[in-house]
């Protein structure tokens, strides 16, 4: 962390001549538990990560926005002006790159939504850097975002709450990337906090923290990231949601939040085989969701049944076999590292993220940590896949100045 800083500092000032008024920082997320139920207006259990994007922000007295960042040897540069006049289409063709992210959060706080009036607020120097790893599903990008959306909300004196940063950083996402995705992973990296995770009610958008009793317990997520890079703003992301969609006009629904678990048989009758068996992963999941909050809290459950992280571990693996199965936005290198895992002592283990690739966690007690990093490793190896990237992540606070 020190050292990302120090990169910040030391780059900024390579690039701009001074050093930097300020730095800001967000983290990464790993989600829990609650997966392509964002945008459906459901419920998700993400938490931040203890591995962030480090923005340094200097103030100038024009106009324009001059933005590096050590993902790339360039310097990008547009006036606020340019900015504010382009439209969504615009926005989506001339934003481009690993600036998009950035330069996306600046444009989408001008929209009227966001009370957003860039006419008068001062040009900006922006130096980045981050140690959130790229395309394995810990949310790089929604960290870059929700650096860049505190910052600039603090620099411009905006006054915006962070469930509204939140959805600046997602509308860039949306817009200026390209990618449909939902409001999970902006939310987690702003709304985050130590040792707990992020109970998000996706129509409501409101927050509540849950503890997540780890340390208590003696046991760790181990982020496993199989290698296998993916991008949401293609293909089969889309595509889910666009089934959820219409499995949902089919119900007569506004979203399937407003089906239950109660209500399956009746999609199943309704639905096509592939839309219900998506409709079914999205209803399931929610239901997950709640129940590991309960477990996680020791509530709702009778008198004397297990609680707390060690008892969720079945949830995390249904979650599994549903994205695998129903929702099929699994890999093979993600259902290897999740059946190695358990099969070696893991707790409970899933795919994180939006699929396609990226990484799975495992729940592991600690004295099994070693035993379960060895036995995927070794199991990769005899698959001929690529060695994973396996490590500890602890549940962090969520974006701040500094
Ligand atoms: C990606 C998206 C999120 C969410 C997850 C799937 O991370 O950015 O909004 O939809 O996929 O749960």
Not at 5 to 15: C, H, K, L, M, Y
Not at 153 to 164: K, M, T
Not at 195 to 200: I, P, R
Not at 256 to 282: G, I, K
Request: glycine content about 12%; aromatic content about 6%; hydrophobic content about 45%.
């Amino acid at each position: 962390m020190t050292d990302i800083r120090d990169d910040v500092t030391i780059g900024f000032t390579a690039v701009f001549g001074h050093e930097p008024d300020g730095l800001w920082s967000a983290p990464g997320r790993v989600n829990l538990i609650g997966e392509h139920t964002d945008y459906n207006l459901g419920f998700v259990l993400p938490f931040a990560i203890d591995r962030r994007t480090v923005v340094g922000v200097g103030l100038r007295d024009d106009r324009m926005l001059r933005v590096a960042s050590t993902f790339a040897d360039e310097l990008v540069e547009i006036s606020l002006d340019a900015l504010a006049a382009l439209t969504p289409e615009d926005a989506g063709r001339e934003l481009s790159g690993w600036s998009a992210y950035v330069l996306g959060v600046a444009w989408a706080l001008g929209l009227d939504e966001f009370g957003g009036d860039l006419a008068a607020v001062p040009g900006l120097e922006l130096f980045i850097d981050s140690d959130v790893p790229v395309g394995a599903g810990l949310s790089s990008s929604a960290a870059i975002e929700s650096a860049v959306a505190l910052a600039l909300n603090d620099v411009w004196q905006l006054g915006l709450e962070r469930p509204a940063l939140a959805r600046v950083g997602q509308r860039a996402e949306n817009v200026a990337v390209g990618a449909p995705t939902g409001i999970m992973d902006q939310s987690a990296s702003l709304l985050g906090v130590r040792d707990h995770a992020v109970f998000l009610d996706c129509r409501s958008l409101e927050g509540q923290v849950v503890p997540l009793g780890l340390d208590e317990a003696g046991i760790v997520v181990l982020v496993i990231d199989t290698g296998v890079k993916h991008s949401h703003a293609t293909g089969g992301y889309g595509e889910r949601r666009a089934a959820c969609e219409r499995g949902a006009a089919a119900m007569g629904v506004e979203s399937l939040r407003d089906v239950s678990v109660a209500d399956l048989p009746r999609a199943r009758e309704l639905l096509d085989d592939v839309t219900y068996r998506r409709v079914a992963h999205v209803v399931t999941e929610n239901q997950r969701v709640l129940d590991t909050v309960d477990t996680l809290r020791g509530v709702g459950s009778d008198e004397g049944s297990p609680s707390g992280p060690l008892a969720i571990g079945e949830l995390l693996d249904a979650s599994h076999r549903s994205m695998r199965d129903d929702f099929e936005i699994s890999v093979p290198e993600l259902d290897l590292a999740v059946e190695v895992a358990v099969e070696a002592g893991a707790i409970g283990a899933r795919m994180t993220g939006g699929g396609f690739g990226g990484a799975a966690i495992a729940l592991v007690k600690l004295d099994d940590l070693s035993r379960v990093q060895v036995a995927v490793d070794n199991a990769f190896s005899e698959h001929g896949f690529s060695a994973p990237d396996t490590f500890v992540v602890r549940a962090s606070d969520g974006a701040a100045r500094n």
